[in-house]
């Protein structure tokens, strides 16, 4: 049974993330810090430790100062003591200097610069001996500059602020500063790592986590069960790179006898006087009715004496007691050998609804016959038959409910005496005799009983007769009817089964026994009685009728479900995704796709009516820049870091005011034109832009805007915190499971489908141009080489040359230059390829022409490993070679969307169907010579010695390898596992496209 955690924020607050400081001079009152040179070998000052005060600010640090301005060949260094980095990932440094400009020291200044470097060296202890100083032992974090900050002596001293962070691997670091010339003051230093705060949620307390060795990797933890509560599904949280954690799956619930508090998310033990019966989200319930709870934190309140509660009564039921003794009891009938005795039933019930009763005699022998047969029954009647006449027989009738087997007594009875009558021995009836048998009907006759005061010509003397029959195996549930002659007929019996037949007379006198058994079977032609031609015809004719009926019912409800199933399709076709099989997603694993912003199964892009307008149908790029984009005065951006490079400058991170008042800050992405760029890439650059504008999806990146009326140009894009796909996706190696992937690809797709609705073809869908944001959402990014659809009956355009990520490029673009929203399918069908490899390089290192010649001749990559049928059939036919016979984007969409809503069919995986096996005279196409140069290659050394202690020394061996064969080497992480077969299938690929000539 699955279970359902609803997360209750209800005074939880979700913290920030925390700073761990390893270092800080500002709270230090001396550094004495390393320096070089220093002494009398020193031909220049160097650094020098003095204090920076600021009584308005209330500030008084201990800082370093070097300003050799006036020398040459200047190389002065300074570096921090040894800064241990504990279960630190990934180390900060922020520095507070100040910097002086060059212009101050006109003519003075020989080597005058405005920067210095920031370096460090990781080591594994620290040791007496000062650290290295020469620049080869260290490696660089960058060079600092001042920016706006720099001062004169018209000004007063601005503080400038910088912020960098190193991945760490070793015990600790030496951060080191180098000054080649400036005039700068180093402030204040202050060296920490970021953590995810130690939170409680789901009642499941989660460590302080420190963040991954990259900003975009994420760390996952598990959360131990706060004190008095119990796993219910392990509880995860994911720690991201900005110190915020994301996602939390499973929790823990309270044990019995404790209550959640859901605000301080405790498990507080339940009181006296009231229990709490299982684990779960209840609270504590004061005791039922006649029982008490004398001690804390109880899971059930205890009876109080002469009550009591079964094991099968809720624990919520009140405490009970057994019933009292039933009442009046009679005999309604006696005859010869039956007895019917009622009853009232019990004047006090105990509090149950449950009351039974059973029947005891202490004369009756096994051949007694009881109705109700069962021992136990909840009627307050009886039939007792089979008993001997003139006998007295003694019987007890108890009451009983579901609490009276806990008490030491019988339980309450009451009983009366009874004698039965003589039977009459001359009322005995005689010759009874089968006169006509069918299907399910059997005729009796017999002869009447002789008694000496009747006439044996006039049955009047007989007042009734009673037929009892059973059948063969079962006479204890006999049926008996009454008749006033002697003759009877019994029908709706059971076909081809014996019965056995007795029958008995009530004269004035009394009954007489019952006669001998006489057995006949169903369905059997006698001697006594004959069925002729016409009767046996009609038998034939029922027969046959009935055959025939049953044979039209039978294909009329075949025709009917056949009929209603092909009318569901059809209807779940015409509706929304959304309003089919709704049951099924929301049972599945619906955190999977919570992360999406838009409704998952909505589909987006169908009622769209606009249409891409090309830009370069502009004679000035200005205009349309003007109609599509949005103009940002430069004041409202703030540029905070350089977080990459684009084809036409600095990618940056920083902060956008939004208007009209100017105070709401938010994250955003800054591209930078770079300075004297020609007029060519300030039209490109402003044509992307103008593309851009044009798009409004939640899986398409959107345009904030762009500056162009002062230096630097920029575009300003909404900020993806995760960066690209293919690197998070690297990064997060085997973390996601198969569902949060496909929702992936179902965002991408849903943003390709509104793109191609707009007449838009992209040409370079990859996984590198999707970004992905803090929530996890995909959306479409980097439109540099996107085009409009020019004909809308061809669909295509041919491009004027050029560059072409053929790894992505469908066949007939690469050959004829023909570009089409199905060509973006098959680029579509890679970047699945991608998302299911987390990140693999399609077609591994083969050169661009083995791919093209490879996909001329028919072959396609092969299913990552782990991928289901489903999503690697999807691949396959997005890679039809037509472009006609490839799915559009709508299709798409509709088709993941079926997957997700059904998690079941991605169960299967699938094989794949391009890898051959290994031919014994297949020439090795590897490019490694030994196991060791292989594993070195995918940076799994750390395995070599796994390999060799099981005898797998060869790439012949390698290539033969399975998961199950992996796990048995001892390598058991689902990431380093996916890693090696990936490679392993890609040698395995090359052997085959060699053998079939598919590569040259």
């Known amino acids: 049974m699955g279970h359902v955690f609803v997360l209750l924020l209800v005074g939880v607050s979700i913290a920030s993330a925390e700073q761990v400081v390893l270092l800080d001079t500002a709270t230090e009152p001396t550094l004495e810090w390393t320096r070089y040179p220093f002494g009398p070998a020193a031909n220049t000052p160097g650094w020098v430790e003095e204090s920076y005060t600021n009584f308005e600010k209330g500030i008084n640090w201990r800082s370093y100062v070097v300003c050799d301005v006036a020398y040459n060949n200047v190389n002065n260094w300074l570096w921090t003591p040894f800064v241990e980095r504990g279960i630190a990932n990934r180390i900060y440094i922020e520095i507070k200097f100040t910097i002086r400009d060059c212009s101050l020291f006109p003519g003075n200044a020989l080597s005058c610069k405005e920067t210095f470097s920031l370096l460090y060296y990781e080591f594994d202890a620290a040791t007496r001996e000062p650290p290295p100083w020469e620049p080869e032992s260290y490696k660089l974090i960058g060079r600092i500059a001042a920016g706006e900050g720099r001062f004169n002596t018209a000004s007063d001293n601005i503080i400038n602020t910088e912020t960098k962070s190193i991945p760490v691997n070793k015990k600790g670091v030496y951060f080191a500063f180098r000054d080649q010339g400036a005039c700068i003051s180093l402030l204040a230093i202050k060296v920490y790592y970021i953590t995810c705060p130690e939170v409680t949620i789901n009642f499941a307390h989660f460590p302080m986590t420190p963040t991954g060795r990259e900003v975009t990797l994420i760390e996952q933890t598990t959360g131990t069960c706060v004190d008095n509560a119990e796993v219910i599904d392990t509880p995860t949280y ?79 039921m009140a405490c009970t007691q057994p019933p009292s003794a039933p009442q009046n009891l009679t005999v309604n009938f006696v005859d010869q050998s039956t007895v019917i005795l009622s009853w009232n039933p019990p004047s006090f019930l105990g509090g149950r609804s449950d009351t039974v009763f059973r029947v005891e005699c202490d004369a009756c022998g096994p051949s007694v016959i009881y109705s109700p047969n069962s021992e136990i029954f909840n009627d307050t009647k009886i039939t007792i038959s089979g008993l001997s006449p003139v006998t007295t027989y003694r019987f007890q009738v108890f009451s009983a409910n ?82 006033k002659v002697n003759q009877i007929v019994i029908n709706s019996l059971r076909q081809r089964t014996e019965y056995g037949f007795q029958v008995r007379a009530k004269t004035t006198h009394g009954w007489g026994d019952f006669s001998q058994t006489v057995f006949k079977t169903t369905g059997q032609v006698l001697g006594t009685a004959y069925i002729g031609d016409e009767d046996n015809m009609q038998v034939r004719i029922i027969a046959g009728a009935t055959v025939a009926v049953v044979v039209l019912l039978v294909i009329i409800i075949i025709m009917t479900v056949l009929f209603l199933r092909s009318r569901t399709n059809d209807e779940c076709n015409k509706k929304q995704p959304s309003d089919c099989d709704t049951l099924e997603y929301r049972n599945g694993e619906g955190l999977v796709v919570t992360y999406m912003t838009t409704p998952l199964f909505t589909q987006v892009g169908a009622a769209n009516s606009r249409t891409y307008i090309d830009p370069h149908t502009y004679e000035d790029p200005n205009q349309a820049v003007r109609e599509f984009a949005r103009e940002i005065d430069a004041s409202y951006i703030t540029i905070e870091a350089i977080i990459g490079g684009g ?168 050959a004829f230059r023909k570009f089409t929203s199905a060509s973006d399918v098959w680029s579509f069908g890679i970047v699945c390829w991608e998302v299911m490899s987390y990140g693999e390089r399609p077609y591994w290192n083969w050169s661009n022409q083995d791919v093209i010649k490879s996909i001329e001749k028919g072959y396609r990559l092969p299913a990552p490993m782990d991928c289901p049928e489903a999503i690697y059939q999807l691949m396959l036919d997005s890679w039809q070679k037509e472009r006609t016979h490839r799915p559009s984007f709508a299709s798409i969409v509709k088709t993941l969307d079926k997957l997700i809503r059904c998690p079941d069919t991605l169960r299967k995986i699938a094989q794949n169907r391009t890898a051959n096996p290994l031919a014994p005279d297949a020439p090795d196409m590897t490019q490694f010579t030994s196991v060791s140069d292989w594993l070195s290659s995918i940076k799994m050394t750390r395995y070599l010695e796994n390999f060799e202690r099981a005898g797998i020394t060869s790439m012949e061996a390698v290539v033969q390898l399975t998961v199950q064969e992996l796990t048995a080497l001892g390598i058991t992480l689902v990431g380093h596992q996916k890693k090696i077969m990936n490679s392993v299938q890609a040698m395995r690929a090359q052997i085959s496209n060699l053998s079939e000539g598919f590569l040259v």
């Open 402 to 483: 579901g609490v009276s087997d806990m008490t030491n007594e019988a339980g309450d009875f009451v009983d009366i005496t009874v004698t039965t009558e003589a039977s009459v021995m001359s009322a005995s009836v005689n010759n009874v005799r089968v006169t006509s048998v069918k299907a399910a009907e059997i005729t009796l006759t017999w002869d009447p009983p002789f008694t000496p005061e009747a006439d044996m010509d006039s049955p009047d003397h007989v007042e009734i007769y009673e037929v009892r029959y059973f059948s063969r195996h079962d006479e204890i549930n006999a049926t008996s009817k009454m008749t």
């Open 647 to 814: 084809e036409f400058g600095d990618v940056c991170r920083g902060k956008l005011k939004l208007p009209p008042d100017g105070r709401t800050e938010i994250d955003v992405a800054i591209k930078t034109l770079k300075p004297g760029s020609a007029d060519k890439a300030r039209n490109d650059f402003l044509t992307e832009a103008s593309i851009m504008g044009q798009f409004e999806h939640p899986n398409v990146i959107f345009l904030q805007g762009v500056v162009t009326k002062s230096n630097p140009v920029m575009i300003i894009t909404e900020y993806m915190e995760n960066g690209s796909l293919d690197t998070f996706l690297r990064a997060n190696d085997g973390k996601f499971q198969v569902l949060q992937l496909v929702g992936m690809l179902r965002g991408i797709a849903s943003g390709m489908q509104y793109l191609s609705e707009m007449n838009y073809v992209h040409r370079d869908l990859a996984a590198r141009n999707v970004l992905v944001n803090a929530q996890l959402v995909c959306k479409i990014a980097d439109f540099g080489l996107s085009r409009e659809i020019e004909s809308t009956t061809e669909g295509a355009y041919t491009t004027r040359g050029g560059k072409i990520p053929v790894r992505w490029t469908a066949p007939e673009a690469i």
């Open 238 to 316: 994911l720690c991201k790179g900005d110190g915020k954690w994301s996602l939390p799956t499973g929790g823990c619930k309270c044990k019995a006898g404790f209550e959640p508090d859901f605000e301080k998310q405790t498990c507080n033990v339940c009181p006296p006087g009231k229990y709490k019966h299982a684990t779960g989200d209840e609270h504590c319930q004061p005791c039922p009715a006649h029982s008490k709870a004398s001690d804390y934190g109880l899971a059930e309140c205890r009876c109080n004496s002469g009550y009591y509660r079964s094991p099968k009564d809720l624990k919520s």
